[in-house]
């Protein structure tokens, strides 16, 4: 299972095919405060309610590998390439110095 520390680690991104039964296929990826490279996908289906301490909420979950989803892993990239290109962008705004007319 995932798990991270001070944001490096592996983490569960994205919720693809879904089905009725509230199953979904997610993907783990290797994270360097973004996504590096993907892991393995799994297809998840939620068992019972979530049960909510506090700040922390916990499920349960029935986990069955499948074939590492790709259309997830392009869509996952995509994310995070506008993201940064907003980022930057927003930066290189900011840093442009005066303007005078």
């Known amino acids: ?6 944001g490096i680690g592996t983490s569960f991104i994205g919720e693809r095919d879904k089905r009725p039964d509230g199953s ?3 993907t783990e990826f290797f994270v360097v ?3 590096l490279f993907p892991l393995r ?3 998840v289906r939620p068992l019972g309610d979530m049960k909510v301490f506090l700040n922390t909420t916990s499920q349960d979950f029935e986990v069955t590998p499948v074939p590492l989803n790709w259309r997830q ?3 996952v990239y995509a994310g995070c ?3 940064i290109g907003i980022l930057l962008g927003v930066i290189w ?3 442009r110095g005066p303007t005078f007319p």
């Open 1 to 6: 299972m995932p798990s991270m520390i001070g």
């Open 24 to 26: 979904y296929v997610t």
């Open 33 to 35: 405060g973004i996504p």
């Open 41 to 43: 996908s799994f297809r």
């Open 73 to 75: 892993v392009i869509n």
């Open 81 to 83: 390439a506008i993201a």
């Open 93 to 95: 705004y900011f840093n």
